[in-house]
């Protein structure tokens, strides 16, 4: 059971098709199980925080990292709904680097556009939110080892994963599912193509079974 508002587009999509992203579903599904670690970055209201923590179970946990204050009742609303007990919000936006920043807020609580990018001509609300690399939200929150990363973040995603290369050098993240955002990188003079390679380069490959960018980390043999 998932409470989104109606008027939004995650709350409109449930109504309509009770189910959100499939794709995205399935991954979480695919990659997380009992004990595992979910690292959510982008988490909204919670959909996938909440799926990744039930296939993770009671001794698994799920990190929701999420900016949006606007969210965090409706995070921890569902989190209630579906009992969720071993999931924790990390309030922060990721980055290169640690600092504050200006967080772009669209009219519709999640329409995915929320973004430190303005995708609009004209201006939005903004939030001003506390940046932190990934590095340093893994080591706030004690995260040794992740099943899976999920990272949507309308842009922002160059900075998160350059941002900490050491993560994805160690493989401790076993697999990756990246939302990537070309147009939104072109604008800023940012090459996509690095991202992938980098991730290529750390030892991931394309999971070829997912319509998503989902890298898995395959060790040398």
């Known amino acids: 059971m998932l409470y989104g508002h109606p008027a939004s587009y995650f709350g409109l999509t449930l109504l309509e098709h009770g189910v959100y992203e499939p794709e995205m579903l399935a991954v979480v599904r695919r990659f997380v199980g009992p004990g595992d670690t979910f690292v959510d970055i982008g988490a909204n209201e919670g959909y996938f925080a909440v799926v990744g923590a039930l296939c993770a179970g009671p001794e698994g946990r799920v990190v929701a990292v999420e900016?949006?204050?606007?969210?965090?009742?409706?995070?921890?609303?569902?989190?209630?709904?579906?009992?969720?007990?071993?999931?924790?919000?990390?309030?922060?936006?990721v980055s290169d680097q640690p600092g504050e920043a200006a967080l772009h807020l669209t009219p519709g609580v999640n329409n995915s556009a929320s973004s430190l990018i303005r995708q609009t001509?004209?201006?939005?609300?903004?939030?001003?939110?506390?940046?932190?690399?990934?590095?340093?939200?893994?080591?706030?929150?004690?995260?040794?080892?992740?099943?899976?990363?999920?990272?949507?973040?309308?842009?922002w995603e160059y900075e998160a994963v350059l941002g900490s290369p050491a993560l994805f050098q160690s493989g401790r993240i076993k697999a990756v599912a990246l939302e990537l955002h070309p147009p939104l990188l072109a604008r800023r003079g940012l090459d996509p193509g690095k991202i992938t390679a980098f991730l290529t380069a750390c030892g991931y490959r394309p999971w070829p079974q997912s319509e998503n960018l989902v890298f898995v980390h395959a060790p040398p043999a």
């Not at 969720?84 to 990390?90: E, H």
């Not at 201006?123 to 506390?130: G, T």
Request: aromatic share 6%; hydrophobic share 45%; charged share 20%.
């Open 67 to 93: 900016p949006q204050q606007r969210l965090r009742a409706v995070l921890l609303r569902n989190f209630s709904l579906n009992a969720v007990n071993n999931a924790v919000i990390a309030p922060y936006a």
């Open 121 to 155: 001509r004209y201006p939005l609300r903004r939030q001003v939110v506390q940046c932190l690399t990934l590095s340093e939200i893994f080591r706030l929150h004690a995260v040794k080892t992740c099943a899976l990363l999920k990272i949507d973040i309308e842009g």
